[in-house]
């Protein structure tokens, strides 16, 4: 059993690991002379590629042997489901930039963990859907979609008031965000599905000895390299489309490729660390980790976006409707960390 020490740190790492990612778009907001494709390509580029495949090698120094004794057909779909998330986080990109950091991570991660929770089990266990854990995954959902429309309610009473150089970004109208943030949801969900669909690959590296602690690595590496090419199309076509290639080269934009790569650090560093921290709390963790990690991201985003002027011209029955939403959603991942215990 592990000391009380050892949850209370584990927790704090959990934590951290939500704060980071939580504020991994924040860098964004100070990328001058830059358009959106171009930090976004280098985040991609760093976070779901580079980060991911150099721990990978550090702590699972045979990765190759374990993927060479698994099924071509289970590193496709790995990937393959690591490429419809990776549509989600384009959609990400544009959700957060039309809404704003707090709203958009309120609403892409209440959807994705909902879905992502809720999918698998239709799928791969439909008969556990009149037990208990099924009632509590539709019962999270429906809170979840409660939750959700309040933070829209919110969103759509802010965006009534006119926009200032203090707005999320001014682009386009609150309906229009809040489609591409329900479709980001929806994608970002199958980022579970690389997991849930990848026990192979957990089973050949308990074989080959890796901790437990580094094999979700074994996962999260090909899943999101998949996720990287939906990114890289997209941020070509815009590259194309603008001919903003030359903005790589700008004078005065050195600092944009430190804040782009201090994006996919932020994100890819709270992935990472998670784990260390779930593994730390012991069976502690397993319970309260994930709904811990996904309330720290939400607070995290959303004190990010009052700190940035986000809600800065909002009224407070707006503020009441947000800080209610926040609470409902939080609710929410309560009850569907309680269904994946029961």
Not at 124 to 129: A, D, T
Not at 283 to 293: E, H, K, Q, S
């Amino acid at each position: 059993m592990n000391s009380y020490g050892d949850v209370l740190l584990g927790a704090g790492i959990v934590v951290l690991a939500g704060i980071l990612q939580g504020l991994f778009a924040v860098p964004m907001k100070f990328a001058r002379r830059w358009n959106h494709e171009n930090i976004w390509l280098i985040f991609a580029l760093t976070g779901l590629v580079i980060f991911p495949w150099l721990l990978t090698s550090l702590t699972v120094p045979d990765f190759l042997d374990v993927y060479s004794a698994t099924s071509t057909r289970t590193i496709v779909k790995i990937a393959g489901f690591g490429l419809f998330w990776g549509i989600g986080a384009t959609f990400t990109g544009i959700g957060l930039n039309m809404l704003g950091i707090g709203l958009g991570l309120a609403i892409i991660l209440g959807l994705s963990a909902s879905v992502g929770s809720l999918v698998p089990l239709l799928f791969l266990h439909p008969e556990k859907l009149g037990t208990s854990e099924g009632r509590l995954y539709v019962g999270g959902t429906a809170v979840m979609l409660a939750g959700i429309a309040l933070v829209s309610r919110a969103g759509a009473l802010r965006d009534k008031r006119p926009v200032s150089s203090s707005s999320p970004s001014g682009k386009g109208s609150f309906g229009l965000g809040l489609l591409v943030a329900v479709a980001s949801g929806l994608f970002s969900s199958a980022l579970n599905f690389s997991y849930a669909f990848g026990g192979e690959v957990l089973t050949g590296a308990a074989r080959a000895g890796v901790p437990s602690v580094w094999a979700s690595n074994l996962i999260a590496a090909p899943a999101t390299t998949g996720g990287f090419v939906a990114n890289a199309v997209y941020c070509g076509y815009q590259l194309f489309k603008n001919s903003s290639t030359v903005k790589f080269r700008a004078p005065g934009t050195r600092r944009n490729w430190l804040l782009g790569t201090l994006m996919g650090a932020f994100w890819f560093g709270g992935l990472a660390i998670y784990g260390l921290g779930v593994a730390r709390m012991g069976d502690f963790g397993t319970v309260v980790g994930w709904p811990l990690l996904m309330g720290a991201i939400i607070l995290a985003s959303n004190a990010a976006g009052f700190a940035t002027g986000e809600w800065r011209a909002a009224r407070a029955v707006t503020i009441r409707y947000l800080f209610a939403g926040m609470a409902v959603i939080l609710f929410a991942l309560w009850i569907l960390a309680l269904a994946q215990r029961t």
